[in-house]
């Protein structure tokens, strides 16, 4: 379309041909201003919404990465809230095990001087013996003495074969499950709308 402003005599006088149309001014003047009018205003609502996109973007990210490092945060104080909960009970077994063992250890010790204490006394009575003289004195004296030291060193055999010194087993502790499933952690998106 030819683009020459002109009066409608003017133009079409000089305008002759078949691929040339004769449009007056004000029409043309209102049909394209009515254009550039719509195409600027689609212009401005695109414009105005590139801007909201550019100023909210980074925002909202840095929102969603800041709830991302507030959720790791939390999430791990709930995982060291629960490792030290773990941490104390087991340290308080390891206690009450010390203790048992303790008490046990004092049980046997005290078993094993008490056997200590009566064979010392058969020992002293026994060195009197050895240096007796007198026949029927000696056998007065030893046969008592050996039917109480039969009788005590049974017991003693009795109570020494459920007695042995308290053990205790060393432990270990295995953490590769644990560590291999904080390995295994990872953020996942979540599903807003679901």
Known sequence: MCRQAGCGQCVSEEHQ???????????????????????????????????????????DTDMMLNNDAEIIALEFGEIFKTLEMKKRQLLEDVENQRSKKEKEFQIWKKMKETHKKTIENFLKDCEKLVHECDPQRFLE???GLNTRMKTQLDLMNIASSYEKPPEYTQKKMDIKPVVNEILSLKLMPVNVGV
């Open 17 to 59: 041909g078949i691929f040339h149309s004769v449009n007056l001014i004000d029409t043309v003047y209102q049909e394209e201003k009515l254009t550039f009018f719509s195409s600027l205003k689609k212009m401005r609502i695109i414009n105005e919404k590139l801007m909201n996109e550019i100023s909210s973007q980074p925002n």
């Open 141 to 143: 004296v030893a046969c």
